[in-house]
């Protein structure tokens, strides 16, 4: 029975007949012996196997080089190295799989720019073996935070034929040839339809019916946008919630994204190890920073008089009416308020058409949520919960209320207040690891003029 390498080495005690597989990363030779450092990706470190030039199946040692993999029986015992508590000596060795000459991860340093154009090999490397195996943990503690808290997990649609932000920055889905806009009707799905920029329109259908729920799961935007935040899919957390208002909203994404970075601090030490010593020096202090400070909650209209009387030369201009851009964000959390910041009550003009008109008819109860080092992680807000409101709010927009007539129903038919957030998980694996470019926390990235792998 195979034993992972992360188990082996949280050993307490010598074992024997162990089975071992996993990739070489290094070969050591000496006189009458190798050392082999053996990693099987369940761990960042490597186990050092002992193989004496007798041992069965090390006939031709010059084929475990960098990247074969390999089969290992033998002995778990002390090692007599400094730094390293335990080694394998080899009673049986297999090479399972030949590795080319031109293997391109030799052992030397690598830049992520490079590692972006293998990367189905990439994983393999140190760095990125460590930020995915984070990922799966963070997104395990996505489903631990809101299932502890009684949301139910909600599968929306990859294929909508809604816009939910009302931008038109959609990857159409057909089926047509030629003239695909001529007859709509007679394409699959007898109208154009397209992949979800998000899912929460379905996801208030849901929580019109089971209170608090969550979706989480990829989305796609049609942004011709080559930054280092933005990629064309990527995956959403979208809590919805019934009964609930903006203070509820805000109050939630707080607290959520509090927790991920106190769960990262102290379920993922090796991993944080590794990206504060190669990637951000200060990541230790700022995942504290948002981990023990409160977030202060400013009115947008207060954020842009902060932010115009700062004397500070913004490379994007700032004034009220224009969405803020992440060197105002940073601003506003690093260095006027040194806390987590929350803006709130956004003019109506900039947001999308299901956000709740406030009292004063100029701004609706929206908010993001803002972090050192990324600018905003969460964007949210109530929901329009009164008819006639929504209607008029579709009528601005220039929508045609017949296309949302089943969202229009859930404010006919027992309508409540209600409120939920987004959460892009690549935006807060960037945070909470300090990889400052989308591209390298996510498997394989879907960017414009890019689709390899």
Not at 183 to 189: I, M, V
Request: charged share 25%.
């Amino acid at each position: 029975m195979r034993t992972l390498i992360k188990h082996v080495l949280a050993s307490t005690e010598p074992k024997e007949a162990l089975a071992i597989k996993g990739w070489v990363r290094t070969r050591r030779d000496s006189k009458g012996f190798s050392f082999l450092e053996l990693n099987d990706g369940s761990c960042l470190a490597n186990l050092q196997i002992v193989v004496d030039a007798t041992t069965p199946g090390f006939e031709n040692p010059a084929t475990l080089t960098t990247g074969a993999s390999a089969a290992v029986e033998g002995n778990l015992v002390a090692s007599p190295a400094s730094g390293q508590k335990w080694e394998l000596r080899a009673t049986h060795i297999e090479l399972v799989g030949a590795v080319d000459p031109t293997y391109p991860l030799q052992k030397k340093g690598h830049t992520p720019e490079f590692l972006r154009t293998i990367a189905h090999l990439r994983p393999r490397s140190n760095l990125f073996g460590t930020i995915f195996r984070l990922r799966s943990r963070l997104a395990y503690a996505v489903h631990q935070f809101f299932q502890d808290r009684d949301f139910v997990y909600v599968h929306t649609p990859i294929i909508t034929a809604s816009d939910c932000e009302g931008a038109g920055e959609m990857f159409r889905v057909t089926a047509l040839k030629g003239n695909i806009d001529e007859k709509p009707q007679t394409d699959f799905f007898g109208k154009r339809t397209y992949l979800t920029v998000s899912g929460q329109l379905e996801g208030e259908t849901f929580a019109c019916a089971l209170s608090n729920i969550y979706t989480f799961g990829p989305t796609f935007r049609a942004e011709n946008s080559n930054t280092t935040r933005h990629a064309a899919e990527f995956w959403m957390i979208e809590p919805e919630m019934a009964f609930c208002d903006l203070q509820g909203d805000m109050d939630l994404g707080e607290e959520f994204i509090k927790a991920m970075a106190r769960y990262a601090q102290e379920h993922c030490t090796e991993d944080l190890s590794l990206f504060a010593k190669f990637v951000d020096k200060d990541l230790p202090e700022r995942l504290k920073f948002v981990i023990e400070r409160p977030f202060v909650r400013v009115p947008y209209t207060d954020a842009v008089k902060i932010l115009c009387g700062s004397g500070r030369k913004f490379e994007f201009p700032v004034k009220y009416g224009l969405n803020l851009q992440s060197e105002h964000e940073r601003f506003l959390t690093e260095e006027h308020f040194k806390s987590p910041v929350t803006v709130f009550n956004y003019p109506r003009e900039i947001k999308p058409f299901y956000m709740r008109l406030n009292d004063d008819h100029k701004t609706v109860a929206a908010m993001d949520m803002l972090v050192p080092g990324i600018g905003e992680v969460v964007g949210g807000a109530q929901r329009e919960e009164r008819l006639d409101q929504l209607l008029e709010n579709m009528r601005s927009h220039k929508l045609n209320p017949e296309d949302y007539s089943w969202y229009l129903d859930l404010r006919r038919f027992g309508t409540v207040p209600h409120a939920g957030f987004g959460l892009g998980f690549e935006r807060l694996l960037m945070f909470l690891t300090g990889v400052s470019n989308i591209r390298d926390v996510i498997p394989f990235a879907r960017t414009p003029g890019n689709a390899d792998f």
